[in-house]
């Protein structure tokens, strides 16, 4: 399975971007979606995860702004009222069971779309 992203790119303060992550390839199952974050000089931290066992989960900083869903093989991140806060790469990490080994849980991660807000 990959993670393959689309979306990002240049804001201002306030405005909205949309966040895609569709899972390419095959999988046993998919447990999970998330999406993280990572600003310049920083960890990379947690901003959503969508999961059939535990729902979703979000970010204090993010909370009423971000709002992740899926659809089929598909997590979208429809992100309102950006701050310049919000900059950083944005990974989305795919939490599947392969199809040749089900006995571990494995991950992928994107590449990273940026997305930059100027205030």
């Known amino acids: 399975v990959e993670a393959v992203e689309s979306g990002g790119g240049l804001v201002q303060a306030g405005g909205s971007l949309r966040l895609s992550c569709l899972a390419s390839?095959?999988?046993?199952?998919?447990?999970?979606f998330g999406w993280y974050r990572q600003a310049s000089g920083e960890r990379r931290e947690l901003v959503a995860r969508?999961?059939?066992?535990?729902g979703t989960v979000y970010a204090n900083s993010v909370q009423g702004r971000f709002t992740i869903s899926t659809e089929k093989s598909t997590a979208y991140l429809p992100m309102n009222s950006l701050k310049p806060e919000d900059t950083g790469v944005y990974y989305c990490?795919?939490?599947?069971?392969?199809?040749?080994?089900?006995?571990?849980?494995?991950?992928?991660w994107g590449q990273g779309p940026v997305v930059t807000v100027s205030d």
């Open positions: 969508i999961s059939s066992a535990s």
């Open positions: 390839g095959t999988a046993s199952s998919i447990n999970a």
């Open positions: 990490k795919i939490e599947y069971v392969s199809v040749a080994d089900v006995t571990h849980d494995l991950d992928a």
